[in-house]
């Protein structure tokens, strides 16, 4: 996602989003940051390009830190 994000690739962006981060956000016990991923795409269009990147900066950060919360639950005591 960051490299789509850096190239400024929407449509990559709105993939992601929509079937992958939604599926490991499922998959990975985060339903939030599913519905989240899912509303980001289904919803009203954007007023302008530079809103929805900004939605997307915000996803990403969620998703890193959700990757955090379950990287560590997984680490062993």
């Known amino acids: 996602m960051q490299h789509a994000r850096r190239t400024g690739d929407m449509g ?3 993939l992601l989003a929509y079937c992958e981060v939604r599926r490991w956000a499922r998959q990975a016990g985060e339903p939030e940051l599913a519905d989240r991923s899912t509303q980001l ?3 009203h269009p954007y007023a ?3 809103q929805f990147m900004a939605q ?3 996803l990403i950060l969620d998703l890193e830190r959700a990757h955090a ?3 560590a639950r997984h680490l062993p005591l």
């Open 12 to 14: 990559r962006l709105a």
């Open 56 to 58: 997307i900066d915000d």
């Open 48 to 50: 302008s390009r530079d």
């Open 41 to 43: 795409i289904t919803r």
């Open 69 to 71: 919360r379950v990287s």
